[in-house]
């Protein structure tokens, strides 16, 4: 504790700060509490199953005195609304163009590939990024949010079948699918556009 002289003569005991209760706090102080890691190791005894690193504060101010942290990092853009319930018809989703897209990446990127399943596991992951990269590059509304599913297999003369199913706006919504075969590889990519407003 801390004192406090007073002109007339008495002393008045003063809180610290820190052992102020942190609610009532909030007020009284600019600036803000930052988490960041400890730098210690961890403790040796572990307590409730934690393990690692213990999270500590760490409070920032400016020269000013006006704090900065996590919630003055973005500011938040406001934009008025345009009550535009769908694509202007130039940017709607079509399907034979976005085919065609796909085919060519199918084909550019499996064209000397023979089947090997932890080649085709990572290619699968690849290809669907580069196809909805190519889609929204591809001059749709950039309001379509495209999901790729790619599907990859050894071709040994047997059926594949497949199917999907959502509920969606069929005046705005719609999907394109292709495959590509060649010697022991096929693979089925498909891409669904949704129109979000």
């Known amino acids: 504790m801390e004192t406090v002289d007073h002109p007339d003569g008495h002393v008045a005991p003063k809180r610290r700060m820190s052992i102020m209760n942190r609610e009532n706090m909030e007020g009284l102080t600019t600036q803000p509490n930052i988490r960041r ?7 040796p005894s572990v307590q409730y199953g934690l393990s690692g690193r213990r999270m500590s504060h760490v409070s920032r101010s ?4 006006a704090s900065f942290g996590a919630k003055n990092l973005f500011t938040q853009v406001k934009v008025q609304n345009t009550y535009r319930l769908g694509p202007d018809p130039s940017e709607k989703f079509n399907s034979s163009q ?8 199918l084909d550019s990127y499996l064209g000397g590939e023979t089947y ?3 080649l085709c596991s990572n290619l699968v992951q690849d290809l669907s990024d580069v196809i909805k ?4 590059d591809s001059g749709f509304s950039p309001r379509y949010k495209f999901i790729c ?7 040994k003369n047997q059926g594949i079948s497949v199917a999907s199913r959502s509920v969606w706006g069929i005046d705005t919504d719609n999907y394109a699918s292709a495959s590509y075969t060649k010697g022991n590889l096929l693979a089925v990519a498909s891409v669904f556009a949704t129109y979000f407003e």
């Open 149 to 155: 599913d790619v599907i990859i297999g050894e071709n």
């Open 62 to 65: 400016s020269i000013s005195g």
């Open 133 to 136: 990269n190519r889609m929204k």
């Open 37 to 43: 890691m400890s730098r210690m190791d961890p403790r």
């Open 98 to 105: 976005a085919e065609k897209v796909i085919k060519g990446v």
């Open 116 to 118: 090997d399943s932890k």
